[in-house]
C-alpha cells in the first residue's frame, strides 16, 4: 500500500493513479478514498493523474488517539502533496473533505495549487453560533455523537438513506451503495469519527475562504439533507474570489454518487478550462 508518514508518525494512505496534471480528492465523512471511485476512474481514463488519501482514523490509514481535528487533517494532506512534490494540482472536497481542502490552503497557501473545487462541502461554519443564526444546533451534532457511541453500524445504514436521498419520493434505491456507505465507514476508527464530527461542524472556515486565490468550482444539491444549500454553498462562494456556483436540482449531499456522470462532466470542464 502507498503510504506517507507523518511528523507524528501517522502513517497516511493514498491511491496514485495515472499521469498528467494531479487531481487530488478529499473525502467526507465518515467515508475514505474509495468514496471517489466513480471521479478517479473517470479522470484518470481522460489523461490526468488522480491522488485519493484516507484521512487519518478514516479507511486504511493509522488511527491514532490524537491529531483528529482539522489544522492535523489539513497538515497531513499537505504531507501527501509534499511527499509526491505536486505542482499546479486541483483540489477536490467533497463534504467534510471540503473544509479540508479550504483549511489546507488557508494553512499552506496555493503554491502547489492551481484550482479548487467544493462540493457539497461544510464551509464556512455549520454550527449554529450568533454569528451564524442559520446553522445547525448543536443537538444534531450530538446526536450524530451518541449514534456513532452507540451503534455506529446501524447508524451508517441509516444515515446512508438522506445521505444519497433514498428517502426522497420515487428515488431509486441502491443497496449497494447503502452497502459501500457502511463498509467505508465501519472500516475506519470509531474515535477518530466521533472527534471528527466536531471538525465538520464547529470549525470556522470563513478567513480560510477567504485565502483561496485560485480558480474555484463549488457543485451542490439543493435537497442536500445533510448539508443544506443554504448554509453552505451560497455562503462560500460570497466569500470565495470569483468563485463559480453551480446547483444541481434536487440533488442529494452524496451526489458524486448518484450524479457521477454529471459531476464528472463539470470537473472534466472545469478542469479544462
Not at 60 to 68: A, E, I, K, T, V
Not at 191 to 214: A, H, P
Amino acid at each position: 500500500m502507498n503510504t506517507v508518514t507523518t511528523k507524528d508518525g501517522t502513517r497516511i494512505f493514498f491511491k496514485d493513479w495515472g499521469t498528467g496534471k494531479p487531481v487530488v480528492f478529499s473525502h467526507g465523512w465518515p467515508l475514505d478514498a474509495d468514496a471517489w471511485d466513480a471521479q478517479m476512474l473517470f479522470l484518470v481514463q481522460k489523461g490526468y493523474r488522480v491522488i485519493a488519501h484516507d484521512r487519518r482514523g478514516h479507511g486504511r490509514s493509522d488511527q491514532p488517539s490524537h491529531g483528529n481535528d482539522m489544522d492535523t487533517y489539513a497538515d497531513d494532506l499537505a504531507a501527501v502533496i509534499d511527499a509526491l512534490d505536486l505542482k499546479d494540482a486541483t483540489l477536490v472536497g467533497h463534504s467534510t473533505g471540503g473544509g479540508e481542502v479550504a483549511h489546507y490552503i488557508g494553512r499552506h497557501g496555493t503554491a502547489r495549487v492551481a484550482k479548487a473545487v467544493l462540493i457539497g462541502a461544510v464551509p464556512p461554519l455549520m454550527l449554529k453560533t450568533e454569528g451564524n443564526p442559520d446553522g445547525l444546533p448543536m443537538s444534531v451534532f450530538d446526536g450524530i455523537r451518541a449514534n456513532v457511541a452507540w451503534n455506529r453500524s446501524q447508524f451508517y445504514k441509516e444515515l446512508a438513506v438522506p445521505f444519497y436521498g433514498f428517502n426522497r419520493p420515487n428515488a431509486e434505491v441502491s443497496q449497494g451503495t447503502i452497502d459501500e456507505f457502511w463498509r467505508e465507514g465501519m472500516r475506519g476508527s470509531i474515535q477518530g469519527q466521533y472527534e471528527c464530527v466536531k471538525q465538520f461542524s464547529e470549525v470556522d472556515y470563513t478567513e480560510d475562504l477567504k485565502k483561496i486565490d485560485v480558480p474555484t468550482l463549488i457543485l451542490h444539491g439543493d435537497d442536500d439533507q445533510i448539508v443544506p444549500i443554504d448554509d453552505s454553498a451560497r455562503l462560500s462562494a460570497k466569500l470565495v474570489k470569483n468563485a463559480m456556483l453551480k446547483v444541481y436540482p434536487g440533488a442529494p449531499h452524496g451526489m458524486c454518487t448518484t450524479e457521477a456522470a454529471k459531476v464528472n462532466a463539470d470537473l472534466l470542464e472545469f478542469l479544462q478550462s
